[in-house]
Nanobody, 115 residues
Framework: QVQLVESGGGLVQAGGSLRLSCAAS????????MGWYRQAPGKQRELVAT???????NYAGSVRGRFTISRDFTKDTVHLQMNDLKPEDTAVYYC?????????WGQGTQVTVSS
């Protein structure tokens, strides 16, 4: 069983920065896909940034150049450094892990960006 625990969300002014962390436990494999998604009120959950095939990164166009995903394989953690935050980045951010057709999700952490 895989468990994911996010941390690092909060309230920040536009232009500020936050760093999210996701600690994974259970059967984690470095070659599996893992990353961050977000869901704003009234909207569908969307990809923010992920690792695919272990080391390849994939970013949503709206965050490319502002957000950076990183992964510590020794600690089974994934981080999301978010810079130059905008009010439209306000959402609940979820950590996700995918293995053999199954998906695992954390409980989510709220990020609120004030204008």
């Amino acid at each position: 069983q895989v468990q994911l625990v996010e941390s690092g969300g909060g309230l920040v002014q536009a232009g500020g920065s936050l760093r999210l962390s996701c600690a994974a436990s259970g059967s984690i494999f470095s070659s599996d896909d893992m990353g961050w998604y977000r869901q704003a009120p009234g909207k569908q959950r969307e990809l923010v940034a992920t690792f695919t095939g272990g080391l390849n990164t994939n970013y949503a166009g709206s965050v490319r150049g502002r957000f950076t995903i990183s992964r510590d394989f020794t600690k089974d953690t994934v981080h999301l450094q978010m810079n130059d935050l905008k009010p439209e980045d306000t959402a609940v951010y979820y950590c996700a892990y995918f293995r053999r057709g199954r998906s695992y999700w954390g409980q989510g952490t709220q990020v609120t960006v004030s204008s």
